[in-house]
């Protein structure tokens, strides 16, 4: 199995660009799908961005997926940040059998 | 719109067991791979294990293997986890998850439920 490394927490001002990133340990980050997740506190975990780059409905186009075959890592772009986007976020792919979520990352808008 | 309603959490001892449940609707349950995930208290989300469309392919992770089951009722719009032999770092809260066409790809996600294992 792999592991999906990430920043344990990023800070960024109100209105401006952060970026979080997702480091596959071994294998491609290219060869399985990646997700992001939202986990406010107190709340259930939402999806944020699927299958790479899909954003589901709902979910404002401020959040953006992609990946980097270079850095072997996704990452996970929110801009114009609003205290509301002040979270956990998690990235998760899977392998031919088992699901891998990364450490989780804590934003802090201030 | 997808819901997913988690139910059976609860204390239990060291060494006994719990049979968890979620209840699905809005979408066409049999179509899609279901999964468990959980989140120990202050700590990130572990996937737990998940179960084919038509339940041929099953996965666990590891530390869950031989302990905890899943199964799915299709005609009844619901999906379960057998627990047993459970353990204090089973402790936690315990989410239902649906995937998207892709299996392993998670879209929508249940509130979660509590399971506190102690003695």
Not at chain 1, 63 to 68: E, K, L, M, Q, Y
Not at chain 2, 10 to 19: I, N, W
Request: glycine letters at 10%.
């Amino acid at each position: 199995n792999f592991m999906l490394t990430q920043p344990h927490s990023v800070s960024e001002s109100p209105g401006k660009t952060v970026t979080i990133s997702c480091t596959r340990s071994s294998g491609s980050i290219g060869s399985n799908y990646v997700q992001w997740y939202q986990q406010r506190p107190g709340s259930a975990p939402t999806t944020v961005i699927y299958e790479d780059n899909q954003r589901p409905s709902g979910v404002p186009d401020r959040f953006s997926g992609s990946i980097d075959s270079s850095s072997n890592s996704a990452s996970l772009t929110i801009s114009g940040l609003k205290t509301e986007d002040e979270a956990d976020y998690y990235c998760q792919s899977s392998d031919s059998s088992n699901g891998v979520f990364g450490g989780g990352t804590k934003l802090t808008v201030l | 719109e997808v819901q997913l309603v988690e139910s059976g959490g609860g204390l239990v001892k060291p060494g006994g067991s719990l049979r968890l449940s979620c209840a699905a609707s809005g979408s066409t349950f049999t179509s899609y791979s279901m999964n468990w995930v959980r989140q120990a208290p202050g700590k990130g989300l572990e996937w737990v294990s998940s179960i084919s469309s038509s339940s041929s392919y099953i996965y666990y992770a590891d530390s869950m293997k031989g302990r905890f089951t899943i199964s799915r009722d299709n005609a009844k719009n619901s999906l379960y986890l057998q627990m047993n032999s459970l353990r204090a770092e089973d402790t936690a809260v315990y989410y239902c998850a649906r995937d998207s066409m892709v299996r392993g790809v998670i879209v929508y996600w249940g509130q979660g439920t509590l399971v506190t294992v102690s003695s």
